[in-house]
C-alpha cells in the first residue's frame, strides 16, 4: 500500500458511514505528504469534515494549505459549475446564472450533474499541469478524495459517464470520456475502502468491492479500522478459570502490596473477559472479510483516539498508513497478525492500542 | 471492552447495573412511544440508528400500539434487524415469536422504495393517465426521481405523511438514510417547489415551450442566445429532454406545494417527536450536535437523543505505580493482574472521555433527554437483540 502512496494519482477512499472514512482519508494525504509528495485532500459531500481534522474552522473552495505539501479543499459543486463553465468559454453563461441566482437551482436539478461537477473538479485536480506564475493552484502529485459511502460511489464516480449517456457529443461527452480514463487506470487511480471489524460494516465492505469491481473500478485495498488490541493474547484462555477462583492473582496483589480486594480482582477479569469477547468477535469478522477480499490488501488500524478527531488523530493514523509494505498484508494470509505499537512509543499504558485516550487523562 | 451494562445484559451481572445509564424517574423514550404519533429517527451513519427505530416499534408494538416502522436506508439493514428478506413499498406485518398475536398492538415494517414513491406522487397529482405517463416516461424525470438529493428524503417524508393520514397506525417510527441529506427533508419542499416552479428556467429551454405572455418575448430574445450556450454544453437532448418534462408537469404545481406544506406542518406538529441517535465518539456527536441545532431552527420537536455503545468501566482501587511495578516484575501472574488494571485504566479513561464528550453535547442542546446504552456484546440482528436493546432504551 505503500506503493500506491507513492505511485497513484489519485486515491478514493469510500466505506460505509461511521467507519472513519474521512480521517482515513485525511491519514493518507498526510503520509503521502510526508513521503514527500505533493497532495490535495479533497472532501465532496459538504460535510467539512476536513476542517476539524486539520485543524481549521472551515473550507472552502479554494485550496489552502494545511501542512507541509499539503492542501485541502471542500469541493462546491455551485462553484465548480462557474469554473467548468468558464474553462469551456462560458463565462458570460456562469455571469448570467449567478445574476439569475441559478446555480444552486441547476446543480441541484439536473439530476447527477453536481456529481459529475464534483468528479469534474477532483479530475482536474490531479491531472492538472503547473502553470508557473499563472497565479492558478499548482499542480499535485496525488489526490486523495474523500468519497461519497459505499452505497454511492459508484454512482458518484459513474455520473460523468451517466450524464454523457444523454450528451453524446460536446464537452461534457468529451470530459466524461477523459474523467473514465483517470478513474479506470489502475496506474493513476486506487480505491480503498474504511471498514470496521463488525457485521454490517464487513458485509457492507465486500458488497462495495464486488459493485466497485463490477463497474471496473480499481479496488485497491481495505482498511480496517479501530481493531481492538489483543493485549492478553494466549493468556485469554485463563480468564474463565481465574473469575471463579482469582487466588493466583490474589496471591499476586498481595506479594506485590497491591490492595485489591476479591470483588475488584473480578471486576478487573470480567472487564477483560468482556473485552476478550469482543477481541474474539473481531478476529472473526476480520477472518471473513479477509477470505471474501480474495487475496487484495488489507490493512488493520488499531483502536485509536476513539473519534475524538483533529490533527493529533490524522498524525497518529498517517503514521500508522505508512508503516513498511509488509503491514498491507494480503487478504489471502491467515488474519491474527497482531498490529504493530505506534513506533518508537514504549510499551507503556500509552502504547496500549486500545486506549490510547489515556494521555488525555489529565484534560 | 464490553461494560458491565454488556454483562448484566446477559445476566452475568446484577439487573441494577444498568440504572446508572438512565437518569430521571424513566426513559423519555417511554412517553414518546406511548404518545407520538410518528417519532423520526436521526444521525449520522454506523450509529445503530436502523436498530434503535427498529427497537423503539418494536416496544410500543408490545405496549399496545399499532405501529409501523420505516426505513429509507437503501441497505437492506432494518430487513435484516427485523428477519425479513424482503420489504416492499407498503408496510407488511412482521411475523415473529413473541409478538403480541392478539392484543391491541402489531408491529408491520416498510422498506421505502423512493422511486416509487415519486411515481406514486406523479399518478396522484396528475391531470389524467396521460400526464403521468409523459411523464414518467420522462428520462429526466427518471434521473431525478432516483438521484436527487434531499428529495428522496422529501418522498420519504410524504410517504409516511401518507401512512399518518391513513390512520391505519397510532405510531410511525421512520429512520433516515446515514447520510449528511438525512435532514434535507427539511429543506427539500422548498427546493422542490424551486425546482418545479423554475420560471427562470423554463425561459433557458423557451424553445421547448411556448411563452406566450408578451413582456416575457424581450426575455425569451436574451434567452435564445443563452440557450444555444446550454445547448453546446449540455448536448440538445438533455436540454429536450428537461424541457419535456416541464412541459408535461405543467399544472401540477400547485397540487405539490399545498403537499408539502402538509407534510411539513405535521413534521412539526407536537405529535411528531425527532430523535437524535448518536455514538459517544467525536464526529457522532458532532453530528448530533448539527442534528439537534438544524431541528431547532426549523422548530421542529425534538423528543430526546440516543447515545449507543457506551463505555463503562466499574470502580476498582487505585494501585499506585511501585506495586504495579513490583506486579510486573512477579512472575506470570503478576504480569497478568498489571496488563488487567492497564486495561481497567484504558477503560476508564474512555469511559470518562465519553462522558465528558456527551455532556459537552448536552450542555449545548438545553432540556434534552438522554438515553444512554451500553456496548452490547454483538451486534443486534434479530428480535431478542432489538428486545435486548429496548431494555436500555426504556428502562
Not at chain 1, 55 to 71: A, F, H, K
Not at chain 1, 229 to 249: E, K, Q
Not at chain 2, 115 to 141: G, K, M, W
Not at chain 2, 275 to 294: D, K
Request: charged share 25%; net charge neutral.
Amino acid at each position: 500500500m505503500l506503493e500506491v502512496l507513492d505511485r497513484a494519482r489519485l486515491l478514493v477512499v469510500t466505506g460505509k458511514g461511521g467507519t472513519g472514512k474521512t480521517t482515513v482519508a485525511a491519514g493518507l494525504g498526510v503520509a503521502a505528504a510526508g513521503r514527500g509528495r505533493r497532495v490535495l485532500v479533497a472532501e465532496v459531500e459538504g460535510r467539512q469534515g476536513l476542517a476539524g481534522l486539520f485543524g481549521r474552522g472551515e473550507l472552502d473552495y479554494r485550496e489552502v494549505r494545511v501542512g507541509e505539501r499539503l492542501n485541502a479543499l471542500a469541493v462546491d459543486p455551485d462553484e465548480s459549475l462557474r469554473e467548468y463553465l468558464a474553462r469551456y468559454g462560458f463565462a458570460p453563461l456562469a455571469r448570467l446564472l449567478s445574476w439569475a441566482n441559478l446555480n444552486r437551482f441547476i446543480t441541484a436539478a439536473a439530476p447527477g450533474l453536481g456529481d459529475v461537477l464534483l468528479v469534474g473538479k477532483v479530475w482536474e485536480a490531479a491531472t492538472r499541469q503547473a502553470r508557473p506564475g499563472s497565479g492558478a493552484p499548482g499542480a499535485y502529485d496525488l489526490v486523495v478524495l474523500d468519497a461519497p459511502p459505499t452505497g454511492r460511489v459508484v454512482p458518484f464516480l459513474r455520473a460523468p459517464e451517466t450524464v454523457a449517456e444523454l450528451a453524446r457529443v460536446g464537452p461534457i461527452r468529451h470530459q466524461a470520456d477523459r474523467v473514465r480514463d483517470l478513474l479506470d487506470d489502475p496506474e493513476r487511480t486506487a480505491v480503498l475502502l474504511t471498514c470496521l471489524p463488525e457485521e454490517l460494516p464487513v458485509t457492507e465492505t465486500l458488497e462495495g468491492v464486488a459493485a466497485l469491481q463490477q463497474a471496473g473500478l480499481p479496488v485497491a485495498g481495505v482498511v480496517a479500522n479501530r481493531v481492538t488490541g489483543d493485549r492478553l493474547g494466549g493468556r485469554a484462555g485463563r480468564l474463565a478459570a481465574l473469575a471463579r477462583d482469582p487466588a493466583p492473582l490474589a496471591a499476586a496483589a498481595a506479594a506485590a502490596g497491591a490492595e485489591l480486594d476479591r470483588a475488584a480482582l473480578g471486576t478487573l477479569v470480567e472487564e477483560a473477559r468482556d473485552r476478550q469477547r469482543v477481541v474474539t468477535r473481531e478476529r472473526r469478522l476480520l477472518k471473513e472479510l479477509r477470505a471474501g477480499l480474495d487475496g487484495l490488501p488489507m490493512i488493520e488500524l488499531p483502536f485509536l483516539a476513539g473519534g475524538v478527531g483533529g490533527p493529533e488523530e490524522v498524525r497518529v493514523m498517517a503514521g500508522h498508513l505508512a508503516t513498511p509494505a509488509g503491514l498491507w498484508t494480503a487478504a489471502s494470509t491467515p488474519s491474527g497478525r497482531r498490529l504493530p505499537s505506534r513506533s518508537g512509543a514504549p510499551a507503556s499504558r500509552g502504547s496500549d492500542d486500545a486506549h490510547p485516550e489515556a494521555g488525555e487523562a489529565g484534560g | 471492552m464490553t461494560t458491565r451494562g454488556a454483562a448484566a445484559a446477559k445476566g452475568t451481572r446484577g439487573a441494577g447495573a444498568s440504572a446508572a445509564l438512565v437518569p430521571g424517574p424513566g426513559s423519555p423514550l417511554a412517553g414518546l412511544a406511548r404518545s407520538a404519533r410518528i417519532i423520526v429517527c436521526c444521525g449520522s451513519g454506523g450509529v445503530g440508528k436502523t436498530s434503535t427505530a427498529a427497537a423503539v416499534a418494536l416496544w410500543a408494538a408490545q405496549a399496545g400500539r399499532r405501529t409501523c416502522v420505516l426505513t429509507i436506508d437503501p441497505a437492506r439493514r432494518l430487513a435484516q434487524a427485523l428477519g425479513l428478506d424482503l420489504l416492499s413499498n407498503a408496510p407488511r406485518p412482521v411475523r415473529a415469536k413473541g409478538l403480541p398475536a392478539r392484543g391491541p398492538g402489531s408491529l408491520d415494517a416498510m422498506m421505502l422504495d423512493m422511486r416509487r414513491t415519486f411515481d406514486e406522487v406523479i399518478e396522484r397529482y396528475a391531470r389524467d393517465a396521460d400526464q403521468a405517463d409523459r411523464i414518467l416516461a420522462n428520462r429526466f424525470y427518471q434521473r431525478l426521481s432516483s438521484t436527487l438529493a434531499g428529495t428522496q428524503e422529501y418522498m420519504a417524508m410524504e410517504k409516511l405523511y401518507e401512512l399518518h393520514e391513513s390512520q391505519r397506525y397510532d405510531l410511525l417510527v421512520v429512520d433516515t438514510p446515514p447520510t449528511r441529506s438525512a435532514l434535507d427533508f427539511l429543506d427539500a419542499p422548498e427546493n422542490l417547489n424551486e425546482l418545479l416552479d423554475a420560471r427562470a428556467f423554463r425561459l433557458l429551454i423557451a424553445p421547448a415551450q411556448r411563452i406566450g405572455r408578451g413582456y416575457l418575448r424581450g426575455l425569451n430574445l436574451a434567452t435564445t442566445a443563452m440557450t444555444k450556450m446550454v445547448r453546446r454544453v449540455t448536448g440538445s437532448e438533455l436540454l429536450a429532454e428537461v424541457g419535456e418534462f416541464f412541459a408535461a408537469f405543467e399544472g401540477m404545481y400547485d397540487g405539490f406545494k399545498a403537499r408539502a406544506g402538509l407534510v411539513y406542518d405535521q413534521l412539526k406538529h407536537p405529535s411528531t417527536a425527532f430523535v437524535v441517535v448518536a455514538t459517544p465518539e467525536g464526529a457522532a456527536l458532532r453530528e448530533a450536535a448539527y442534528f439537534a441545532s438544524r431541528l431547532a431552527a426549523d422548530r421542529m420537536p425534538l423528543g430526546a437523543l440516543v447515545v449507543n455503545r457506551i463505555h463503562q468501566a466499574r470502580p476498582v482501587p487505585e494501585v499506585p505505580a511501585a506495586a504495579r511495578r513490583r506486579l510486573a516484575a512477579d512472575g506470570a501472574d503478576g504480569r497478568l493482574l498489571a496488563d488487567l488494571l492497564e486495561l481497567h485504566d484504558g477503560l476508564e479513561t474512555l469511559a470518562a472521555a465519553e462522558q465528558r464528550r456527551v455532556r459537552d453535547l448536552l450542555a449545548t442542546v438545553p432540556n434534552l433527554g438522554v438515553v444512554q446504552v451500553p456496548l452490547l456484546p454483538d451486534d443486534v440482528h434479530d428480535l431478542a437483540g432489538l428486545r435486548r436493546l429496548g431494555e436500555y432504551l426504556f428502562a
